[in-house]
């Protein structure tokens, strides 16, 4: 059972441009949620969607992210107009329901800004 | 609003000896309490987990965790140290409570755990 997949694992981008990560749930997961960690830092939650759906993006930056969890294919965090601000390794975590469940965590997109 | 903190950026343990990694919370209700392993570039790997019942959980390789209410604390142990558990380990927190979709879980910072052979 393959799990959490995250592409592409390294990301590089110059400032203005814009990032796409990409999510792949574990089977059977319809639950996906985005963090973001900073060097030496926990991870910071930043959205939760369900299939076609936000259901929580308290954690959201107000300018520039978005997230979308389509019918088919994978989430994608998008981050437009980067800064070096948004250098990061950004992890993906999906859930086969809410709250009880334990998340299962992606390798992470690093993406560095120059 | 949740926190948890882990007041030990990094532990040292020799081989073979016991360990404790600290973790103390916070939330308006009761909480839902989760340890991860992370190993240097990879992704978070879920260790164990305290819902409810009884207080002292048993999860991956070896490890244990024991809730603690009254000192809203679930500190991570192992009775005996291998060299392969050096890795970084995160508490993470959700209020059981919070309801209208908040799911996002709340980590500590980290704390680094070295076991020396």
């Known amino acids: 059972n393959a799990g959490v997949m995250q592409n592409p694992r390294h990301l590089v981008r110059r400032r203005g441009q814009e990032a796409r990560l990409r999510c792949s749930p574990m089977k059977g997961h319809s639950h996906v949620y985005w963090y973001r960690q900073l060097p030496e830092e926990g991870l910071k939650f930043m959205v939760y969607?369900?299939?076609?759906?936000?259901?929580?993006e308290s954690g959201m930056p107000k300018e520039r992210f978005s997230a979308e969890f389509p019918k088919e294919g994978p989430s994608i965090l998008r981050i437009q107009q980067v800064v070096r601000g948004d250098s990061a390794a950004y992890f993906c975590?999906?859930?086969?329901?809410?709250?009880?469940?334990?998340?299962?965590f992606g390798p992470g997109t690093r993406l560095t800004v120059t | 609003a949740q926190s948890v903190a882990q007041p030990e950026d990094q532990v040292n343990v020799a081989e073979g000896n016991p360990l404790t990694v600290k973790c103390t919370y916070s939330?308006?209700?009761?909480?839902?309490l989760f340890w991860y392993v992370q190993y240097p570039n990879r992704g978070l790997q879920f260790l164990l987990k305290y819902i409810t019942g009884d207080n002292l959980v048993k999860g991956s390789y070896g490890f244990e965790a024991e809730f603690n209410k009254s000192q809203t604390s679930f500190h991570l142990k192992k009775p005996s140290a291998l060299v392969s558990d050096s890795a970084l380990y995160f508490c993470a927190v959700r209020d059981a409570n919070s309801g209208g979709g908040a799911d996002g879980l709340t980590f500590g910072k980290g704390t680094h755990l070295i076991i020396q052979p």
């Open positions: 939330v308006s209700g009761n909480p839902y």
């Open positions: 969607l369900q299939k076609e759906n936000i259901i929580d």
């Open positions: 975590a999906s859930s086969s329901g809410r709250g009880i469940y334990e998340q299962y």
